[in-house]
């Protein structure tokens, strides 16, 4: 919900830093128009579960089966870092984060409802949880 203004183009995309409103507006936010279903926390989408994990933006959300553990989580966490080789999880990037503290946050809530696979919006697919386990520990020690 907190998005839909956004995502209709009835106001600017918003992050934390003047690079993504002098660029990313113009070149990254893609074409916008109506939605046709506003989602709301525990609506159901195709068998899966809406979750509310706002950071990356402030109507950020996932989507969640809980029958056998998927997560579709957008852009909450990443499995790849461009340029760069190789496999890694990460966070948005802060100037692409509205709210990097309250996407760590959602970080935890996804690691809470027990997901057994993760499917981001950038890199391949994780079924390695302990790999999600060690994420998890590694921000709660530091934020």
Known sequence: EADVASAEGRTR???QNGMWDAV?????AGKRGP???VLK??????????HHMPGHTRGHLILFRERDGVAIMGDLLATSN???PGWWLREPPWFFSEDPAG???SIRKLWG???KVL???????????GKLARFVNRIRLNG
Do not use: I, K, S, T
């Open 82 to 84: 461009p340029p760069l």
């Open 103 to 105: 996407n760590r946050a």
């Open 13 to 15: 995309l918003v992050r």
């Open 35 to 37: 939605l046709g279903r």
């Open 41 to 50: 926390e525990r609506d159901r989408v195709a068998g899966f579960a809406v």
């Open 24 to 28: 990313g507006n113009l070149l990254w």
């Open 119 to 129: 499917c981001p919006g950038h890199g391949p697919v994780l079924r390695d949880m």
């Open 113 to 115: 409802l027990g997901p």
